[in-house]
């Protein structure tokens, strides 16, 4: 029995007539004939019922065709799980992510991504939360790692939420926090060095010193994270960065945590809710979810 044999079974079942099948499944009458006899005669029984040129199913057709049916769209499954896991020996993914998630996050979860699938090329493309979504909203990215809230007027995403994560104070020897644990409002006289506009953590620790009612003070301002870790270091102020770059940042930096409350940020990861993200951008979201989930994910 082969599954051309049943398909051809399934389209004269369905269509009751032969030639009105046989263009169904794009093959010529006779052939599609031909074959249905075969398999009547491998399985020993008519299936169909010719008299007087109406096709109706005997009963060995009525009991063959859910079971044909079935069969057929397994083999269907079978077949688009292998064309799957075929793609996942090659392709890419594109992935978009601020700054200091590239520093915090990504090392270690691309690592483990890429001991999966050694074949997927990894594109990164660095950028503020508000960037990426404009690059998801054409199709640019396959997957974004963003801080929410999002931008107003986004498009329409779907967001999948990581993990919340801690900002904390880091600072140089020369120009170390004023007291540990810092406050917001112990910032007022303090230098600060600020990232570039666009950035999600100017925003928040911008918006945090205005809640306490004074405008911060930067030295410098308009670097990328590793530069603002630089002017860190050689001591021209404080910056405020997220915890896993604190974390991967070394021995020369003092990291002194935020007082209670203190400040967090939510990160996702987003896709657009229009279309699905391909096969190896999915299997990248499944590694995401699990390291995050297993590294405390979204603790309060």
């Known amino acids: 029995m082969q599954l051309q044999q049943l398909r051809y079974f399934v389209a004269v079942a369905e269509a009751r007539h032969f030639t009105h099948a046989a263009e169904l499944v794009h093959v010529s009458q006779p052939s599609l004939s ?13 299936l169909f019922s010719r008299a007087r040129g109406n096709i ?49 996050l990504l090392p270690d979860v691309l690592r483990a991504f890429h001991d999966r699938h050694p074949g997927i090329q990894l594109l990164i493309d660095e950028g503020g939360s508000h960037d990426l979504v404009r690059r998801l909203a054409r199709g640019a990215l396959d997957l974004a790692l963003v801080v929410l809230p999002l931008p107003p007027a986004s498009p329409a995403l779907t967001t999948v939420e990581l993990l919340r994560e801690d900002l904390v104070v880091v600072s140089s020897a020369v120009s170390p926090a004023p007291r540990d644990p810092v406050r917001i409002s112990d910032l007022r006289d303090q230098p600060l ?33 590793d530069a603002v870790l630089g002017f860190v270091r050689a001591g021209l102020g404080l910056a405020v960065v997220p915890r896993m770059v604190a974390d991967r940042s070394g021995p020369d930096l003092r990291v002194t945590p935020i007082a209670r409350p203190g400040l967090r940020r939510t990160i996702a990861l987003a896709h657009r809710s229009d279309v699905a993200p391909p096969r190896a951008a999915r299997e990248l979201q499944k ?5 995050t989930a297993a590294d405390g994910g979204t603790d309060d």
């Open 34 to 46: 031909q074959q249905i006899r075969a398999l009547e005669k491998e399985l020993g029984a008519e």
């Open 56 to 104: 109706a199913l005997t009963e060995a057709g009525e009991a063959l065709l859910p079971l044909a049916r079935r069969i057929l769209a397994d083999a269907d499954t079978a077949r688009h799980e292998v064309q799957e896991l075929v793609q996942l020996r090659r392709g890419r993914v594109r992935l978009g992510a601020t700054p200091s998630l590239c520093t915090g």
């Open 193 to 225: 060095v600020m990232f570039r506009h666009g950035y999600d953590l100017r925003e928040l620790t911008v918006a945090a010193c205005r809640a306490e009612g004074f405008e911060p003070a930067f030295t410098v301002e308009g670097g990328e994270m």
């Open 287 to 291: 590694v995401l979810l699990t390291m």
